[in-house]
């Protein structure tokens, strides 16, 4: 059975950091496209990062980038979003999600082409 578990969401104060966690069982991400994706409330869910496979170039959306670095420890079967200096507009419920290998990232987050999602884990920032 093929499943995709986030961790790693909370509560935190704007400019504090969270890494989430993203572990699959029955697939091994090495050969799949990874996307994040987030939907705060009230509106649609939105693709921050993708990346086609590895030693591919990630993309992040302009919100972002530079405040979140995606990662991924292979021994473990997971992925990672590295997330600082978190704003309250960064408040939402964050999934994976994962495509076939050379998919979902094209300029941009294709989300069309991502399969398999993940539950979802909430973030809040807040003081």
């Known amino acids: 059975q093929v499943q995709l578990v986030e961790s790693g969401g909370g509560l935190v104060r704007p400019g504090g950091s969270l890494t989430l966690s993203c572990t699959a069982s029955g697939l091994d991400l090495r050969y799949y496209g990874i996307g994040w994706f987030r939907q705060a409330p009230g509106k649609e869910r939105e693709g921050i990062f993708c990346i086609r496979g590895p030693g591919h170039t990630p993309y992040y959306v302009d919100s972002v980038k530079e405040r979140f670095t995606f990662s991924r420890d292979n021994a473990k079967n997971t992925v990672y979003l590295q997330m600082t200096n978190l704003k309250p507009d960064d408040t939402a419920v964050y999934f994976c999600?994962?495509?076939?290998?050379?998919?979902?990232?094209?300029?941009?987050?294709?989300?069309?082409?991502?399969?398999?999602w993940g539950q979802g884990i909430q973030v809040t920032v807040s003081s």
């Open positions: 999600a994962t495509a076939d290998v050379g998919y979902g990232c094209s300029g941009g987050v294709i989300d069309a082409d991502f399969r398999r």
